[in-house]
Nanobody, 128 residues
Framework: QVQLVESGGGSVQAGGSLRLSCAAS????????MGWFRQAPGKEREGVAA????????HYADSVKGRFTISRDMAKKTLSLQMNSLKPEDTATYYC?????????????????????WGQGTQVTVSS
């Protein structure tokens, strides 16, 4: 059974940094994508960043390019999101997600419907 558990959320002032982590248990795949998504109150969930586990190719939403960095540690089975220069509009619940058999994030790595496994989310609040 695949389980994704996020950590590292919190409250920070604008311009600050946070690092999110996602611990993956029961996930044995390598030729798939993992990604970070977020959902703010009253808004649809959106893709933030995604990484191909085997090759390391990264994809970012335009709104976070140059500020966020996604990375993975295959040995520790963790996914991370380093968030710098945070803005109030980054405030949201952030979710870790993983692609797997039966889903296909290759074509659209930032589309949430392509992901099979999801964490419970961690809150990020950025104050001005």
């Amino acid at each position: 059974q695949v389980q994704l558990v996020e950590s590292g959320g919190g409250s920070v002032q604008a311009g600050g940094s946070l690092r999110l982590s996602c611990a993956a248990s029961g996930y044995t795949y390598s030729n798939y994508f993992m990604g970070w998504f977020r959902q703010a109150p009253g808004k649809e969930r959106e893709g933030v960043a995604a990484i191909y586990l085997s090759g390391g190719a990264r994809h970012y939403a335009d709104s976070v390019k140059g500020r966020f960095t996604i990375s993975r540690d295959m040995a520790k089975k963790t996914l991370s999101l380093q968030m710098n220069s945070l803005k109030p509009e980054d405030t949201a619940t952030y979710y870790c997600a993983a692609d797997g058999p039966g889903s296909n994030a290759v074509a659209t790595p930032l589309r949430d419907s392509e992901y099979k496994y999801w964490g419970q989310g961690t809150q990020v609040t950025v104050s001005s």
